[in-house]
Antibody, heavy 126, light 108 residues
């Protein structure tokens, strides 16, 4: 079955960087984009961006541009999300999610998300 | 970005009740709307997409309706496992996908 398994919880100091991994199984990794969504404690869901595992192309939400980098390693079917210059308000659970709907070779369009990874809690605290 | 507003933010109900959650978009999104269920400490789970299409494996007591700006999620006969938080998501405006703030459904 399709499964996304993320790396474990992280604690980071303000100004540091964090890199979260998402290992895919049960499908062809390069056949589907990977999106990242985060959820601050007790808050709603916030879309961060996507990566095309086939080409490495990315698209980031404007809010995160300049601080987020999404990469992949196709040899191990794993996507990564790195967030730099961490602040306390970056404390959140970060999810990877596979899109359903329509993505072309260059972009995703009208997509929803299923399945999701189990989430990775990133705590930013001095 | 398109703003999604859910109502109510929270409410209490009993098993067996019929409940309806509303999601309103700040502009028309056709039927590009999905609903998710999230339980504490778990990832969101897809329930419905295209406003009214039930995801495979989701019980038929869940249903969705609406188009344009106003949408509803209905649970026809609440079961104990349905107490959770529900989110809507618009995917009309890409790539800026946005979610509602959530509706927490609690046991009365």
């Amino acid at each position: 079955q399709v499964q996304l398994v993320q790396s474990g919880a992280e604690v980071k100091k303000p100004g540091a960087s964090v890199k979260v991994s998402c290992k895919a199984s049960g499908y062809t990794f390069t056949g589907y984009y990977m999106h990242w969504v985060r959820q601050a404690p007790g808050q709603g869901l916030e879309w961060m961006g996507w990566i095309n595992p086939n080409s490495g192309g990315t698209n980031y939400a404007q809010k995160f541009q300049g601080r987020v980098t999404m990469t992949r390693d196709t040899s191990i079917s794993t996507a990564y999300m790195e967030l730099s210059r961490l602040r306390s308000d970056d404390t959140a659970v970060y999810y990877c999610a596979r899109p359903q709907g329509y993505c072309s070779s260059t972009s995703c369009y009208h997509v929803w998300f299923d399945p999701w990874g189990q989430g990775t809690l990133v705590t930013v605290s001095s | 970005a398109i703003r999604m507003t859910q109502s109510p933010s929270s409410f209490s109900a009993s098993t067996g009740d019929r409940v309806t959650i509303t999601c309103r978009a700040s502009q028309g999104i056709s039927s590009y709307l999905a609903w998710y269920q999230q339980k504490p400490g778990k990832a969101p789970k897809l329930l419905i997409y295209a406003a009214s299409t039930l995801q495979s494996g989701v019980p038929s007591r869940f249903s969705g309706s609406g188009s344009g700006t106003d949408f509803t999620l209905t649970i026809s006969c609440l079961q104990s496992e349905d107490f959770a938080t529900y989110y809507c998501q618009q995917y009309y405006s890409y790539p800026m996908y946005t979610f509602g703030q959530g509706t927490k459904l609690e046991i009365k």
